[in-house]
C-alpha cells in the first residue's frame, strides 16, 4: 500500500498492440524485473490476426511460451480487432452500453482489476497506425481509470498507478532513462525467438520488416546504442512525461552509478 493509501497488485505492466510488440522493445525491462521478484504482466491488446505469417494459433502458443521465458505471472489478451485499435472502438454498440463496451473501458477495467504500479505503454510516434493508436487508447483509460464515476463491467474501484512508462518502438526517442537491461539480455532474445513465425527469416515467407534478415540484428544494434548511452552493454530507452521527483539524490545515484557514456554524449 502506497502512502497515498492506494493497495496495488502486479509491480509492472505492459501493454502491447500484439503479441511479440512487448518482447521486441521492452522484453528486458520485464525480464529484469521478473529476475528481481516482481511480478509483471502483459496485456495484448489484440491477437494479431491479420500478420502476414503464422496462424492464430501458432501465435498464441509462441505468446505463451514467450510467457515462459520472462517469467510473467498475467498475461491477458483483449482480442480487440486488430488493424482497428482506436480509443474509439465500440462506440458503434447501442447507447445504453456504448461506454462500457469501448476499448477504452475494457482496458480500464484491466487496470482496476490488476492494479499495477507500474504501466508501461507504447510511446506515441511510431510508424505502425495499431502502435500509435494503442498509446492513445491507453493514455485515455490512464486518466478515465482514476475517475470514480467511469463505469466497467464488471465494475472496478477507481485507480491510479505510481508511474506510466513509454517505450519507443522504432521511434527514436529522446529517453528520459535508461535501464541497463544487460544481465538480462540472453533471456530477452530466447523470448523474442519464441515468435519464430515473425522474426525469422524463411523461404517462401511474405516479406516483413519484423521477419527481415536484419531484424533481429537491428533490435540488438538499437539496445546497444541506447546501452552505451550510459555506459553499458544493452539498454532500453524509456519516456516519462511528469516531472521525476527524488527525495535523496545522494542514494538514488549511488544506487543507479553508471559509467560515463562512451559514445553519443548528450547535446550541449
Same mark, same amino acid.
Given at each position: 500500500?502506497? !502512502?497515498? #493509501?492506494?493497495?496495488? =497488485? ?5 501493454? =502491447? ?13 520485464? !525480464? ?9 504482466g ?5 491477437? #494479431?490476426?491479420?500478420?502476414?505469417? #503464422? ?8 505468446? &505463451? ?5 520472462? =517469467?510473467?505471472a ?11 485499435l ?33 504501466v ?12 500509435e493508436?494503442?498509446?492513445?487508447l ?18 472496478? !474501484?477507481?485507480f491510479?498507478?505510481? &508511474? ?13 532513462? /535508461? ?8 533471456t530477452?532474445?530466447?523470448? /523474442?525467438?519464441?515468435? !519464430? ?12 520488416? /519484423? ?19 550510459? #555506459? ?37
Amino acid at each position: 500500500m502506497s !502512502a497515498s #493509501g492506494a493497495t496495488y =497488485g502486479l509491480e509492472a505492466l505492459a501493454f =502491447g498492440p500484439h503479441p511479440d510488440d512487448v518482447e521486441l522493445f521492452c522484453g528486458g525491462l520485464m !525480464a529484469r524485473l521478473a529476475s528481481q521478484g516482481h511480478r509483471t504482466g502483459i496485456i495484448d491488446l489484440s491477437r #494479431g490476426e491479420k500478420s502476414s505469417r #503464422g496462424t492464430l494459433e501458432s501465435r498464441a502458443e509462441e505468446t &505463451q511460451a514467450a510467457s515462459r521465458v520472462l =517469467g510473467l505471472a498475467v498475461r491477458e489478451n483483449l482480442e480487440l480487432p486488430d488493424g482497428w485499435l482506436s480509443p474509439w472502438a465500440g462506440f458503434e454498440a447501442p447507447e445504453a452500453e456504448r461506454v462500457r463496451a469501448s476499448a477504452v473501458a475494457r482496458v480500464v477495467e484491466v487496470l482496476r482489476r490488476l492494479r499495477p504500479e507500474l504501466v508501461i505503454v507504447p510511446w506515441e510516434e511510431e510508424r505502425h497506425p495499431d502502435h500509435e493508436a494503442t498509446s492513445a487508447l491507453v493514455t485515455r483509460a490512464l486518466f478515465f481509470s482514476g475517475v470514480r464515476k467511469f463505469e466497467t463491467e464488471p465494475p472496478g !474501484a477507481a485507480f491510479t498507478p505510481r &508511474q506510466v512508462l513509454y517505450y519507443p518502438l522504432r521511434h527514436l526517442a529522446e529517453p528520459s532513462f /535508461v535501464v541497463d537491461v544487460s544481465s538480462v539480455y540472453e533471456t530477452k532474445t530466447a523470448a /523474442v525467438r519464441c515468435y !519464430a513465425s515473425q522474426v525469422e527469416p524463411r523461404p517462401g515467407a511474405p516479406a516483413t520488416l /519484423v521477419g527481415s534478415p536484419l531484424s533481429l540484428s537491428s533490435l540488438e544494434a538499437r539496445d546497444r546504442f541506447y546501452g552505451a548511452q550510459v #555506459g553499458v552493454a544493452h539498454g532500453e530507452p524509456y519516456v516519462v512525461r511528469e516531472t521525476l521527483g527524488l527525495v535523496d539524490p545522494v542514494e538514488h545515484f549511488r544506487r543507479n552509478s553508471f559509467e560515463k557514456p562512451l559514445f553519443f554524449p548528450h547535446r550541449r
